[in-house]
């Protein structure tokens, strides 16, 4: 019998080097971002590390009853309820609710914009 050795490729076991070093950057990118708008908004940005906790730090600054963290865990209104607190958060820091549609969207991009500009948040 002849056999063959098994060969086998390497190249696609996993994405390249190159994604998963843009996706770290935009983990990191997003992390100080939110880290920055809690700053702005007078609570510790280290919330944002925690899981859950960072949730009721955002209902906070939104300004929205504690209990509304229940809803997060409930179907359907999980995704209407971060849109709606997103929205109070961009109506919290002078923007208006098409912004809080982008953060709730495309927060990668609209979470920087509120962090690193100029928009104060009316908490304090």
Known sequence: MN???????VSSCGPPAIVLIIYL????????????VFGKAGQP???CLVPIYNVIVMLQVA??????????FV???NII?????NIAIAE????GAGFGIGLSFLGFIFLPILAFGNAQCSNQ
Do not use: C, R
């Not at 300004?63 to 997060?72: E, M």
């Not at 309820?81 to 607190?85: G, L, N, S």
């Not at 919290?92 to 923007?95: A, D, E, R, S, T």
């Open 3 to 9: 056999e063959t050795p098994v060969q086998y490729d």
């Open 25 to 36: 950057a935009v983990v990191v990118l997003m992390i100080v971002s939110l880290w920055k």
């Open 45 to 47: 940005g280290w919330a």
């Open 63 to 72: 300004n929205k009853p504690l209990w509304w963290i229940v809803l997060f």
């Open 75 to 77: 179907p359907i209104a």
């Open 81 to 85: 309820i971060p849109i709606m607190v």
């Open 92 to 95: 919290k820091f002078g923007k």
